[in-house]
Each structure stands twice: as C-alpha cells, then as structure tokens.
C-alpha cells in the first residue's frame, strides 16, 4: 500500500502527532499509524490516507466498504459510539466520526487525510484497482481499436 511506515505515538504529546500527520502530508501516500493513546493497555492501528487518494479510491471502488457483524460476538452488547470532541494536535484537527470509525484531519478548516481501519484501506485500494483497470476511456478505447486494426491477422504472420 504505498508506502508503509509504521509510527507509534503517544497521546498527550502533541507534536508527535502533529510530525506524523506532516510527513503524511509531505509524501502523498497512506502511512500506517500506531497509536498508543495514554490510559490504553492496547494499541490502535490505523492507516493515514491522503485526501486525494480517498478520494480516487473511493471513485473506482464500486461499492461502499462492506459493514457486518463480523466480530460482533465478542462484544457482549453493541455499544454506541462515544461522542467526541475534535482533538487538536498542533496546525491540524483530528474529527471522530460516530459511523464508520474514520477520523478526518483537517489543516486550517481543509480535511487533508482520513485515518481509516487497515482492513478498509487495503479493501478500497484493491477494489479501486480491479475497477480502474478493467476500464478505458472513450479516447483510450478508440486509440486501442486504431491499433488493433492496424495488426496483422495471425495468419498472416
């Protein structure tokens, strides 16, 4: 997926924060985050995707990340996702999402990433892929039709 760096960083502590989602911002590519938030015994993982690229992604992806009960067992009662304030690290803002469990960050009132789950990421990469792939544009697709035509039939060579 790009390219893959792993970072862990620790809530209150601000600028760790606030580097990770700068580098993330220089290079243009999803990162993979590590977050050990403070009062937590166990880590969060998460994947930092450019605006951009979710936005590509999400154009060739045909359909919407698939949400079931997978997991759902071990939760005894489903619990409604908490409220929470945006959180602030530096020049960017970080908004939990109640549905979905995405969080944007924004840089002066501009989402420029979205901190998705590593399944989702990897799912919305792959289907994005397949889609755009198997697909031409009309002027592509003309200029490929001009080309075959001009082949030589197999029995002719």
Known sequence: MG????V????????EVERVLGLAEAVDEPITVTFMWEGREEAERAVLVPAATLALWEHWAPTAYPTSGAGAEDHAVAEEPELAHPEEFGAFTLFRRRVGGRTAVARKGVVVAELLDPDEAHWLQEKARNVRQGFMDPKQKAAFEEFLA????????
Not at 8 to 15: E, F, K, M, R, T
Not at 150 to 157: K, P
């Open 8 to 15: 862990v960083v620790g809530y209150p502590i601000n600028d």
């Open 150 to 157: 001009r082949q030589a039939a197999l029995e002719d060579q």
């Open 3 to 6: 390219i893959e760096i792993d």
